[in-house]
């Protein structure tokens, strides 16, 4: 069966960087696009970033555009979201998602918390 | 992108009828038939229920089913389980290659 499952999240301060991994099995990897989207506390849904399955595009919402990076080793069946000048806004559990059709999220993980604090 | 617009909570007694509404705008839920549902049970993996509006992933009953007119969609769950108590969330396309979501729904069963 499908399983997503992220790791690397943790307390980070203010301005620092972490790298979040998904490890992927139960399906064909490398055919399938990949999201993050994040959930902070008491709050709802924000899809993060997008990538193709060959990697060759990527989307990032407004909101972390130009300091997160989504990145894929097909090889390895794992996803990387490079998070850099964290915010603590950014404080979330970010989830892993499976793409279909560039239209909606198949499958989920079950996250992982992102706290930035000082 | 500015979220689309759902009840913050809603509420029914087993075996009635809800409908959770999601409002958008011209540049997403009206313009494209690609709405989706999400069930959350807190501290779970949000699980998918309704997908391009209306359609149902295999093994989600049929006692789900999704909607569109306008800017506005809607997911109704008709008899209500005990169960089916979650958070609800809708998406849509919004512009290229980004998505948007509802503010989530609480959906209590009484």
């Known amino acids: 069966q499908v399983q997503l499952v992220e790791s690397g999240g943790g307390v980070v301060q203010p301005g620092r960087s972490l790298r979040l991994s998904c490890a992927a099995s139960?399906?064909?990897?490398?055919?399938?696009?990949m999201h993050w989207v994040r959930q902070a506390p008491g709050k709802g849904l924000e899809w993060v970033a997008v990538?193709?399955?060959?990697?060759?595009?990527?989307y990032y919402a407004d909101s972390v555009k130009g300091r997160f990076t989504f990145s894929r080793d097909n090889s390895k069946n794992t996803l990387y979201l490079q998070m850099n000048s964290l915010w603590a806004e950014d404080t979330a559990v970010y989830y892993c998602?499976?793409?279909?059709?560039?239209?909606?999220?198949?499958?989920w993980g079950q996250g992982t918390l992102v706290t930035v604090s000082s | 992108q500015s979220a689309l617009t759902q009840p913050r909570s809603v509420s029914g007694s087993p075996g009635q009828s809800v409908t959770i509404s999601c409002t958008g705008t011209s540049s997403d839920v009206d313009d494209y038939n690609f709405v989706s549902w999400y069930q959350h049970h807190p501290g779970k993996a949000p699980k998918l229920m309704i997908y391009d509006v209306n359609k149902r992933p295999s093994g989600v009953p049929d006692r789900f089913s999704g909607s569109k007119s306008g800017n506005t969609a809607s997911l109704t769950i008709s008899g209500l389980l005990a169960e089916d108590e979650a958070d609800y969330y809708c998406c849509s396309n919004a512009a290229t290659y980004t998505w948007v979501f509802g503010g989530g729904t609480k959906l209590t069963v009484l």
């Open positions: 998602v499976r793409d279909r059709s560039v239209h909606y999220f198949d499958f």
């Open positions: 990538i193709w399955y060959d990697g060759s595009n990527k």
């Open positions: 139960g399906f064909t990897f490398r055919n399938y696009g």
